[in-house]
C-alpha cells in the first residue's frame, strides 16, 4: 500500500492540470490581498470628511421620516417587526478601516470554497484522465486489486485537498494579520477564525472525495464538471427562482450547501416563508431557521460513506477498457 501511494502521489503532483489549478488558486488569493489592503487601510482626510457629512445627512433624514416610512410598510401588509428600520451607522459610512475579524471572515471565505472547488476538479480530473487514456487499464494490468487501487487514489487526493486547504488559509489569515497590524489596526477574534478555518479544512476534503468519485463513475472529467454545473443550476432555481416558495426553501436542511454552510459556519441559518392572511391583506412572514453544525457533519458524513460506497462498487463490477 505506501508503494502504491507514493505512485498516486507522483502521479498526481507531475499532472500539469494540477499545477495549473494550484497556480490559479495561488493567483486569486493573492490578488484578493490588494482589496484586504484597501479595506483595513484607515480612509484619507478627504473621503473621511465627505463620508462624514453623508452619514449625518442619512441620519437627519431617517430621524424625521423613519416612522412615516415604517407605517407606509405596515399599511402595505408586511409584518410590522419586518418593517422596523435600524438608523444608519458610522461602520457602513466608511468612517474607519474594516476591522480585522471582518475582513479574515471574508478572506477565510473565499479560500475555503476556491479550494474546496478546485479540489474537486483536480479530483475528478485525476481519475477521470486515467479512464480517458485507458492508462487505468494498464495500471490494472499490474495490479489487478481493484480495492488497493481505489483506496490509494482516493486518500492520494483527499489528503492533498487537506493539504491545500491548510496552507490557502493559513495564508489568507496571516496576510489579514499582517496588513491590519500595518495600518495600525489590532488583530481580535483570531481563535474564532482559526476555528473557522479548520472546519473550513473539512471542505476541501470532502469536495474532493466527491470529486474523485462523479469523475470514476460518469468515467471523464467534463462529465464531473456537468454534474457540478447542473448542481449550481438547480441551486439557482431553487434560491433564486423559488426563493419565495415554502416548499422549495423546505428542502434547505436537505441540501448540500446549506450543511456546508452549517459546517464552516457553526451553523447555517436561512428564511422559511410562510403566507398569512391578516386585515390588509395576504402578507408574507419569514421565519428563521437554522442548520446545526452537528447535522450538516452527519450529513456529509452520510453522502460521503455513500457516494464512496457507490464508487467502489462501480470499479470494482465495471470493466474499465
Not at 412615516?68 to 422596523?84: T, Y
Not at 476541501?204 to 460518469?218: E, H, N, Q, R
Not at 457553526?266 to 422559511?272: C, D, H, I, R, T
Request: hydrophobic fraction near 55%.
Amino acid at each position: 500500500m505506501i508503494r502504491l501511494l507514493g505512485a498516486e502521489i507522483n502521479r498526481l503532483r507531475s499532472r500539469r492540470f494540477t499545477l495549473i489549478t494550484l497556480l490559479a488558486v495561488v493567483m486569486i488569493l493573492s490578488i484578493f490581498q490588494l482589496q484586504v489592503n484597501s479595506a483595513v487601510s484607515p480612509p484619507s482626510a478627504e473621503a473621511v470628511a465627505a463620508n462624514q457629512a453623508q452619514y449625518e445627512r442619512d441620519l437627519k433624514e431617517w430621524e424625521q421620516h423613519h416612522e412615516e416610512w415604517e407605517q407606509q410598510c405596515v399599511d402595505s401588509g408586511q409584518p410590522k417587526e419586518q418593517c422596523a428600520g435600524t438608523a444608519p451607522t458610522k461602520e457602513n459610512y466608511g468612517l474607519q478601516a474594516v476591522p480585522f475579524a471582518e475582513v479574515a471572515l471574508i478572506s477565510l471565505l473565499l479560500a475555503i470554497y476556491l479550494t474546496g472547488l478546485a479540489m474537486f476538479l483536480v479530483a475528478a480530473s485525476f481519475i477521470g484522465a486515467e479512464f480517458t487514456t485507458g492508462a487505468i487499464a494498464n495500471w490494472l494490468s499490474f495490479l489487478p486489486r481493484r480495492v488497493p487501487v481505489f483506496a490509494s487514489k482516493l486518500i492520494t487526493v483527499t489528503t492533498f485537498a487537506l493539504l491545500v486547504s491548510v496552507l490557502a488559509s493559513a495564508f489568507v489569515l496571516a496576510m489579514a494579520a499582517l496588513l491590519t497590524s500595518v495600518h495600525g489596526g489590532e488583530v481580535t477574534e483570531l481563535g474564532a477564525q482559526v476555528s473557522m478555518a479548520g472546519r473550513g479544512v473539512a471542505i476541501a476534503g470532502a469536495l474532493a472525495v466527491v470529486g474523485y468519485c462523479v469523475g470514476l463513475m460518469t468515467r471523464h472529467t467534463a462529465a464531473a464538471l456537468g454534474v457540478l454545473l447542473g448542481y449550481l443550476f438547480v441551486w439557482f432555481i431553487r434560491n433564486a427562482v423559488l426563493g419565495e416558495q415554502a416548499w422549495a426553501q423546505r428542502l434547505t436542511p436537505w441540501s448540500p450547501e446549506a450543511n456546508l454552510a452549517a459546517i464552516v459556519d457553526n451553523g447555517y441559518q436561512y428564511a422559511l416563508p410562510v403566507q398569512k392572511l391578516t386585515e390588509g391583506g395576504l402578507s408574507v412572514e419569514y421565519l428563521q431557521r437554522e442548520v446545526t453544525l452537528a447535522h450538516g457533519a452527519i450529513y456529509w458524513a452520510v453522502l460521503l460513506a455513500g457516494l464512496i460506497i457507490m464508487a467502489l462498487l462501480i470499479f470494482r463490477r465495471r470493466d474499465v477498457t
